[in-house]
Structures are given as C-alpha cells and as structure tokens.
C-alpha cells in the first residue's frame, strides 16, 4: 500500500511538470495556455495572450482540436511587452485619417490629344543664288535634309529636298496631310494655309518655314517670299500668316533672327487680334542677333535636323567629340537597321531611349501646363545648338 500510494504521489508530480509554463502579461490579463500531450511523454505548448473575447475564442476553439485548454489568471508584472501587430494606423481606416487631404501627384495626361492634322512644308531657298545679307565662309555646309543642293540641277534637287524633309516629318506624324510649296509667292502661301485649316478643321496644323534662300526677318518680323519672276523678296507680315493659319498650329521657324518671329507673334497676342491668340507652339532656330550656322560638320538645317532626325543627328555630334573620333566610322550611321517608330528594330530601341531620356529631362525642367509628351523633344536641339554658338528659341502661346 505504501508503495502504491508513493507511485501515486510520483505520477501527479510528473503531471504537474508536464504543464507548460505560460507568459505573464499582467495581472488583470488571462492567459489561455494549450498543451497538447503524446503518447510518448514528450509535449508541445502554445502560450497566446488575448485582450478580447473573440480572438480568445477563435484561439482556443483552434487549440482544442490539438489538446487540452487551460485558462489562468496571472499574478506577477508582464515578462514580455504587449506587442499590436498589424494594427497600426496606417493599416485601418479610421476618422482622423480620413479627415487629412491625400496630395496627389499632377496629372500630366492630356484628356483630350491634340492631333496634327495638317503640316505645310514651306522651302524658300533659290538654290545658287545667296541672299544679299548672308556672307558665307570656306568652306561652307550646304546640306538640307541630308542632300547636297549642288550634286544635282537645281529644280531636281529643291524637289529632293522638299519630299526628303516630308519624310522626315511622316515618321512622327504618319498620318497628317502633307502639302509642300517650294519657293513660294505670297499668293501662293496664302492659298496653302487657307487649304491646310480647311483640312485641318478644329485640329492642329504644323507650319514649317525653311528661309536659307531669302534675307533675315526684318524687325517688324516679316517673312520673305518670292515674287512670280524671283527677281525680287516680297515681305509676309506674320500677323497675316497667322490670320491663314489660325489655332491650333505649330510653327517651326528655321532661319536667321528667328526670335524676331517669335517675338512679332509674342506682341500680336499681347495687344489683341481679331480672333484668339493661344495654344500655338513656335520653335525658331536662331536668336534676334544670330545667323544660321555654317559649320561643314553639320547640315545647314541642324536644327531641322534636331527635331527630325534626332538620333542620327546626336549620334554625329557625339562622334565628332568623342576621343574615340579617329577610329569611329561615320558611314556606320547610316546603316544602323530599322524605322524609328518601330521598337523592335535597333533604330526603333535607340529612338526609345532617347525619347525616355529627353521626356524625363522635359518633365523635371519645363512647368507642368507646358509638358506634353506629344512635343519636341528640346534636349538635342539645345546641346547641339550651343556647340555651335547659337540658340534654338521655343515659345508657347495660351488662352
């Protein structure tokens, strides 16, 4: 009998060392403690300290399925500190938060694409004659639109450079109508603007000027045309120009003093016109004091040259101020495969970086009313003109 009763006394003390041991967060907290017991002596413990009824409920309901549960009350300080996980304000919703405005980043997306509908391509250029203002050095660049004006008969090759400049334009507008004139009267240009905005109707027309063959803007910011005979320079006020071609419209002005331009279209939105001046775009080449460059490095158009043939115009720049120069072929230039606008090609790939490039250099420089993804990229044009001492002028005309 004693020794009965002595296994006895053996057998509850080893129950009571199988109790597992519980965390002791305070000593109003209940602990729920669930042991679970095996066959072969050995146990596995969970310690859970709950402060509401439902996760306590939803604990031991999950336990008890493993082993028994015991639930006793703490009497002694916390060992561990009571950690809240998951449940820090950021992760609910709750009136305080909901009182504070959310900033939000601009929005850059146009809602409505401005589309260009129309582009007039205007050459003035009376191929081998100069104009009586321009004095050329030696040797000189005589390029326009990658074509030597005098590696063919005049006429022949004003109409080369005419459907190559088109070209140029429609792989970034591929499905504008496009009308060129080539050294043009008066009458004529009028006619070719009035013809674009019919086409064009409430979208946007791009105009093109190319004035290499004719004398500067004079300073009342006139253009130069032709008369019938090309005996003589009639004078365009830009005020008339601007009446044909109306809004919206983009004008791309490459030729000497072209700030004058822009500066004529800057004062007739100021002092009011007939009808509203805004969401013009212009792009000129030259300051009021500069001429075109003239450089044999590079085209006569460079800046033509920038905005329609970015990458093969960066990659000559480069090539030619590279430490590298003397072992770069040019030639290879122009054989790099592919269409721009087509990324799966080597040109496509090297035209969407560059585009990715020039967009984030726009986006951090130009005020946010002002960036679209849909204009010029301006990086190119501004590193290559201040190489070559002078300065591309971009200006924006709003309602």
Known sequence: VGNRERGREEGQSAKTKKKTFCLMVSQSSVTTVVTNHRSDGDFTSTATSTGGDDGRKSRIDEAASYGCVTTITATSMAYLPHTVV?????????????????????????????????????????IGVD??????????????CWIDPFSMFPTRALEAIGQNLGIQYETWLPRALYKVELDPTKDHLRKLCLSCRKNAKSERVLFHYNGHGVPKPTPNGELWVFNKNFTQYIPLPVSELDSWLQTPSIYVFDCSAARVIVNALAELHDWGSSGPLKDRIILAACDAHETLPQSVEFPADVFTSCLTTPIKMALKWFCRRSLLKETIDESLIDRIPGRQNDRRTLLGELNWIFTAVTDTIAWNVLPRVSFTPQNFSRDNPDRTCWSLAFSEISYMLRG
Do not use: Y
Request: aromatic fraction near 4%; include cysteine.
């Open 86 to 126: 998951l449940c820090e304000l950021r992760h609910g919703v709750s009136d305080a938060a909901a009182s504070f405005d959310i900033l939000q980043s601009p929005r850059w997306r146009l809602r409505e694409r401005m589309k260009t509908r129309c582009v007039a391509l205007v050459l003035c250029l009376n």
């Open 131 to 144: 104009p009586p203002d321009v004095i050329k050095i030696s040797p000189c660049t005589g390029l326009e």
